[in-house]
T-cell receptor, first 114, second 112 residues
Framework: DQQVKQNSPSLSVQEGRISILNCDYT??????FLWYKKYPAEGPTFLIS?????DKNEDGRFTVFLNKSAKHLSLHIVPSQPGDSAVYFC?????????????FGKGTHLIIQP | EAGVAQSPRYKIIEKRQSVAFWCNPI?????LYWYQQILGQGPKLLIQ????????DSQLPKDRFSAERLKGVDSTLKIQPAKLEDSAVYLC??????????FGPGTRLTVL
C-alpha cells in the first residue's frame, strides 16, 4: 500500500516555462513534506519542505503548495532551467515518537527541453 | 562541510553470500538512517538510529539484515545471506533536526 504517490513517471517541459510536479498521500498522520532531487549515480539532495501547518513555502525558483484537505502537494519550478532535469521525489514524515524516517513516492523524471 | 560518506560504491556478490556496507554521517548529526532503493522505486526506510540506539527498525528484514552504530557515529549494514531481490541501492542519510535528511551517494548492490 503506497502512502505517497507520484502518478506521473515523467514530465517534459520547455526551458523557461513552469514545471509542476504533483504528489498525493494517504496517511493523515504525515505532518512534514519534502521534495528531493536526484541525479544519476548520486544520492537524493534536499530541495524544499513544508510543514502541515502551512499551505505554501517558497525558496527562489521553487514553491511547494500543500492542500491538506485533498492530501495533495505540488512543486512549482519557475522558470525551468536545463539543470533542473532530474528525478524528483516527494517524501513525507510524521507519526511522532521520534521515528521520523521518510516515506517516499516513486519519483517523477523531469526533462527540461531547450 | 563534508557530506555523508559511504563505501563501497559498488558491490557484486552471488546469492547466499554476505555483504557489508559502511556509512560515515555528517559530523554532529545524531540521527542516522539506512534506506533501500530498488530500481524504479523511491527509497524505503530500513532502520533509524538516534546516537547509537535504534528508533525504528520495523521495515528491516531481521532474518537476514542487521545494522549497528557503535559509538554513535559510523554505521554498518550487513546482509547475510543475500537474495536476488536484495539487488538495490543502499542509501545512508543523517540529520540533526530530524526532518531534513542529507543523503550519501549510496552503494549499488548486485546479487547474481
Amino acid at each position: 500500500d503506497q502512502q505517497v504517490k507520484q502518478n506521473s513517471p515523467s514530465l517534459s517541459v520547455q526551458e523557461g516555462r513552469i514545471s509542476i510536479l504533483n504528489c498525493d498521500y494517504t496517511n493523515s498522520m504525515f505532518d512534514y513534506f519534502l521534495w528531493y532531487k536526484k541525479y544519476p549515480a548520486e544520492g537524493p539532495t534536499f530541495l524544499i519542505s513544508i510543514s502541515s501547518i502551512k499551505d505554501k513555502n517558497e525558496d527562489g525558483r521553487f514553491t511547494v503548495f500543500l492542500n491538506k484537505s485533498a492530501k495533495h502537494l505540488s512543486l512549482h519550478i519557475v522558470p525551468s532551467q536545463p539543470g533542473d532535469s532530474a528525478v524528483y521525489f516527494c517524501a513525507a514524515s510524521g507519526g511522532g515518537g521520534g521515528a521520523d524516517g521518510l516515506t517516499f513516492g516513486k519519483g517523477t523524471h523531469l526533462i527540461i527541453q531547450p | 562541510e563534508a557530506g555523508v560518506a559511504q563505501s563501497p560504491r559498488y558491490k557484486i556478490i552471488e546469492k547466499r553470500q554476505s555483504v557489508a556496507f559502511w556509512c560515515n554521517p555528517i559530523s554532529g548529526h545524531a540521527t542516522l538512517y539506512w534506506y533501500q532503493q530498488i530500481l524504479g522505486q523511491g527509497p524505503k526506510l530500513l532502520i533509524q538510529f538516534q546516537n547509537n540506539g535504534v528508533v525504528d527498525d520495523s521495515q528491516l528484514p531481521k532474518d537476514r539484515f542487521s545494522a549497528e552504530r557503535l559509538k554513535g557515529v559510523d554505521s554498518t549494514l550487513k546482509i547475510q545471506p543475500a537474495k536476488l531481490e536484495d539487488s538495490a541501492v543502499y542509501l545512508c542519510a543523517s540529520s540533526v533536526r530530524g526532518n531534513e535528511q542529507f543523503f550519501g551517494p549510496g552503494t549499488r548492490l548486485t546479487v547474481l
